[in-house]
């Protein structure tokens, strides 16, 4: 008892406390129903648990894919150093999501219909694939860092003879499902606020995916650094930032040409909640970010480069909150903010995520990266070719 008391530290208790109320969150929401543990109506029947564990949950682990297809296909492999925890923090994503929307099903049972039953003119049926199968690559993608754990190297050599077709697979369900989920709000031109309704939801949602990808990686290599006492990857963190900065300008100027196109620029002006929470949302996850990381000395700074990738994320969660939530209240006629279980099953979810990090950084190869094998020569060996060369002269 005293050993255990005495690698007892604040983040270890307060880990232990939110997942207690995670806990008994999860048993109100299973025996008492939606009722009993949300704030969630008729007027707002997608609330937290869509907004964030399934809209950002998804669109947070975008690193995955960004970075695989670096790596693979365009073949840039000098960031192979940060390729294994990007694609755990993936793989973590999506199983946490796929958890998460379970607590959001009416009929949390009857999840596997989508497997059987199905439906190909629903959007929520091929993102329930895209995201099934996606997890499926992502688990083989990070398998060799189990397999190399255990010594299984036959195993390992064949997983590796496939990982291109699983990148290119991986990378083509992402793009699918990370632009459906903005195809989901599609069907509601008439609920959803006009700053954020746009035909070009999807394209919105994949670019953006892309961008919060970047940030990911770089705030993900930060948190590990810091964690696990190791050294920071600056040089390859900066060109990520680079890639970030193209993403941000296309993705601003994709936004002023829609709004302009639509002729909502007005909107901008309007005294309403939606237009400070729109404002808000493109300042700090667009504007400034785009600005600051345009400049050469806050990429190769390590305090800036970690606040802008921060400010990227939170812009993000911000965007894909105002369109579930802030959009919607509008067209509802009231205002919905989440009950504290809804707020602590997401915020378990997001512990155990942390949890699971941390305990595969220390048992797994997880900073480790393969180098190409080179055969080291016997000294005999080295002694005996220079004899020959010497002959030879």
Not at 264 to 277: D, G, I, N, Q
Not at 281 to 310: D, H, K, S, Y
Not at 329 to 343: L, N, Q, R, V
Request: proline content about 4%.
């Amino acid at each position: 008892m005293k050993r255990f008391l005495s690698q007892l530290t604040f983040w270890k208790t307060l880990a232990g406390v939110i997942l207690l109320a995670g806990a008994y969150s999860t048993i109100v929401r299973f025996f008492g129903g939606l009722g009993a543990a949300t704030n969630l109506s008729d007027e707002f029947p997608w609330g937290l648990w869509i907004g964030f564990d399934v809209l950002c949950g998804v669109g947070l682990a975008a690193g995955g894919f960004t970075l695989a297809g670096i790596v693979y296909i365009f073949n840039v492999k000098r960031f192979e150093p940060i390729i294994r925890p990007t694609i755990l923090t993936a793989f973590l994503g999506y199983v946490l999501v796929m958890f998460a929307l379970m607590f959001d099903l009416g009929r949390p049972l009857q999840f596997w219909h989508a497997i059987i039953m199905w439906n190909p003119q629903s959007v929520m049926f091929e993102v329930a694939w895209c995201v099934m199968l996606y997890t499926s690559v992502l688990a083989l993608e990070f398998s060799p860092v189990v397999l190399e754990k255990f010594h299984m190297e036959k195993t390992k050599k064949f997983v590796k003879k496939i990982t291109m077709p699983l990148i290119i697979v991986g990378v083509l369900l992402s793009t699918l499902h990370q632009s459906s989920l903005g195809s989901l709000y599609l069907i509601v031109p008439d609920k959803l606020y006009a700053l954020w309704y746009t035909p070009y939801l999807p394209v919105f949602f994949y670019v953006s995916a892309i961008g919060v990808g970047c940030a990911m990686i770089i705030f993900e290599s930060f948190l590990s650094s810091r964690a696990f006492n190791r050294g920071l990857e600056l040089d390859l963190l900066t060109e990520i930032a680079r890639v970030a900065v193209m993403v941000l300008g296309v993705l601003m100027v994709m936004k002023v040409v829609d709004l302009a196109d639509r002729h909502a620029l007005p909107l901008l002006f309007k005294p309403r909640t939606e237009t400070y929470f729109y404002w808000l949302e493109m300042i700090v996850g667009i504007i400034v970010p785009f600005v600051l990381l345009a400049q050469r000395r806050v990429r190769e700074n390590q305090t800036g480069l970690f606040w802008c990738a921060a400010m990227m994320i939170m812009g993000f969660v911000l965007n894909r909150l105002n369109i579930s939530i802030t959009g919607m209240e509008g067209w509802a006629g009231k205002a919905y903010f989440p009950s504290w279980m809804e707020i602590m099953v997401t915020i378990s979810i997001v512990t155990a995520g942390f949890i699971v990090f941390a305990l595969a950084a220390k048992y797994l190869p997880l900073f480790e990266h393969e180098k190409p094998h080179v055969r080291v020569k016997p000294e005999a060996e080295w002694i005996e070719d220079l004899r020959s060369v010497s002959q030879l002269n």
